[in-house]
Structure formats: C-alpha cells, structure tokens
C-alpha cells in the first residue's frame, strides 16, 4: 500500500540515527518510538510495504506530531520529514481515523478559526467574562473543567478582549512617514486580529515610521494556515484564493490602493507566513506562486531594507516593569522565543534578534531549549490539550529561567500559549511581539 500525495523515495535517508529525538517535542512528553520523527517514518515504511495497515491507532500517533519541524533542522542526513508529515495529513481526515467527537470538535474549529466575521460575533459576548474576575472565579472554581478537556483548554486560552478587536482600525493605504522606501501589503491574521490587535497597530506604525507605505485589503480572511496544517486541502485553497483576491480587489488602475506594484507582502505571525510562502504548492498554478514569491516576514523586510535613518536616531531605552528607563548598568532583559515555523519552517532565526538589539540597553537572553515547540501548533493545544499543557509548563519555565523581564515572541498562537503558562509561574512576566518592543523604544524616543 501506498499513501497518495507521499513522496517517492522520502523515507529512504532516514537511517534511523535518533538525532531527531532530543528536538521532537511530541516525544519529549510521550517517550514511545511510535510518537517520534524516526518512529513515524518507520511506520509510513511499514504501510507502503504491505505490513501495516493505517487504522484509528496508527493516526493516532501521526496525530501526536506537533508539525514543528525541528527533526528537519536536526536530521544529519537531510530527511524531509516535514514533506512526509504533509503528505500525510490528508489522509489521517478519513472519518473511520477520528471518533465522531474529534471529528465535530475539528469541523468547530475549521467553521469558525479562519472567518473573522464569525470569531468577532462569537467573541462579542464573551467580552464581559474576558479577563474578568468572572473568569478567574469560573477557573478557581473548577467550572472550566465542566466543559470537557478541548473546549477547557479554549477557555484557557482566551486572553482579554480589548474594544479595537471589535472595531475597523485601519484605511486601505497607510501612508510612509517621510521620503518612501517602500510599498508592501500586509496580512493582519484571522485570530491575531482579533486577540491581539496591538500587534497589528505596532507593525503599521513601525513600517510608516521607516518609510513605508502600508496597504491593508479590508476584506482579507484567513490565510488557510489553521487547515493547511491538519492537511485539509480544498479549504485552503479556497482561503489561499480569497487572499489573493482580496488584494487583487484593492490593487490596480482605478481602485483604491492604486496601480503601484508591492514590493513585498508582509505578515507578522510565523504560521501564516510560512503558509503563505507555500501558496505556489497549495494553489498549484503560477498566481499562487506568484503570490508566494512576494511574501515576507515583518523581520525579514525590515532587517533586508535596514531601519530608516529617522528611526534608528529615535530609539530610545524601553521602561523597566517599574517605570525606570533602561540603562547601559541596568539593561531591560527580554528571553526572545522561536517559534518553530519561523525558525524551522523559514530558517529565519537572527533577523528579529538583530531588530531587537538596535533597541539601547535591550538585553537578549536565549532560552535553554530554544528549537522545542512551545505546544501551541496551530490547533494542536485545543485537539491535544494534556501534551501541549505539558509542553507549555516546559516553554514557560525555560523562559522565565532566563531572569528575563520581558518574552518576545513573533507568532499569535505561540503568544497565547506561553502567556497562559507563564501566568502559573512563580514570577509571571509578559510577552510581547518583538515589533512590539521596537515600537515602544520608537516612542520612548519621542516617536509618535
């Protein structure tokens, strides 16, 4: 038997070193062979020979993996571990692999993650209990527990609802401050939007700040990276293509961003990135490849087009929790965190670092285990909710660990995840998306 979609050949080089186990974070909390990179590859060998067949308890485990990719940046021989677990995720949606729970909870998800329209209305009357002591109550009380592990570990994850989540908060064409250096697009996210829209005011006003022109298609949906990552095909094409055409829409003689091309299209969250990167493979045809080509990580932009002569003699220390401004005996420390489809997905590993360390008396201290997957993985903390907690508590006190004040983080599902760990530590410490912390050093510079 072989699985449609796998790669001819790709288990071959895998040869069996174990190099892989140390970073495999799913093994990290279940300890068997079978839920390792090495044990999955033996696996798909077994079924392509005949001798295994793939039923609920062989998914089972292809379920276990988080999809962080670190096996591939481990791998001594160069298996492609991560073509293989995408080949494969098709195939574990066969009803007959997933109970009729797991299936509904799935189907949940898929309905409502990616729409923004639909998240909004769900979430609007919750902003009474977000971040309440009602919350805290329900959560003290054991009430959360009541609603089952999947839909508990939601709530968990539920941070406080802020009103310009619920508003329209930026024009189709965001203007460069000074001279232009830039034009670029840029992707707001579907949950990022709406549970931490911050991050989207910082990047818009940091890109302006440096010159660059910012356009916002106010149709965009979701990037289909929540269904690309649990290999549902035909629902993220049909996303992927809505992206596109929502630019398509603004772009172009007589519309409202105008004819200019884009120099880039920019997104600020890890996992949407490296989907949108994959569009020429997803959208199989030249448009999506086209796409694909112009996308970029915010970091990735910044650090190749360099921070603006204005900016850079604007940045000034950031403030200590206490309110004293950093100094060169006192920097602000911040644990910066990779989150694994930046770093393992996109090899992009030293351009946030270096954005940071323009910041005057910004610290980085690296975590111990930097390349573990923190347990957020797309939707894997609300379908896996015991391994993701385990790898959370793990996340959240190798951070705090480093002494840090602050955690930097550039990925919205990792945010969420490691601030609702870091809150159970004995020293909570916030966390911040690095463009975050350039905003704030830009204003403290008298930016404004």
Known sequence: MTLPGLPAGGTDPCVHCGFCLPTCASYRVLGTEMDSPRGRIHTLKAIEAGELELDATVASHFDSCLGCFACVTACPSGVRYDQLIEATRPQLNAPELRSPAQRAFRRLLFALLPYPARLRAV???????????????????????????????????????PSEAFQANFPTVVPARGERRARVGLLLGCVQRLFDPAVNRAVVEVLSANGIEVVIPPDQGCCGAVTHHQGELAHTEQLATAVIDSFAAVLGPGRPAGP????????????????????????NGERGGAFASQVRDVHEFLHGLGLSEAFRARLGPIAHSDGSPATAERPLAVAYHDPCHMLHGQGISAEPRALLRRIPHLLLREATEAGVCCGSAGIYNLVQPREAAELGQLKAADLADTGAELAASANIGCTLQIRHHLAEQERPIPVLHPIELLQRSWRAGGGH
């Open 123 to 161: 979430l609007t009357p919750l902003r009474a209990y977000a971040g309440t002591p009602l919350q805290a109550l329900a959560r003290r009380s054991g009430l959360t527990r009541l609603l089952g592990p999947q839909l508990e570990a939601m709530e968990r994850l539920l941070p406080p609802l």
């Open 260 to 283: 200019e091309p884009l120099d880039a299209v920019l997104v600020a969250a890890s996992g949407c990135g490296h989907t949108l990167k994959a569009y020429g493979t997803i959208l």
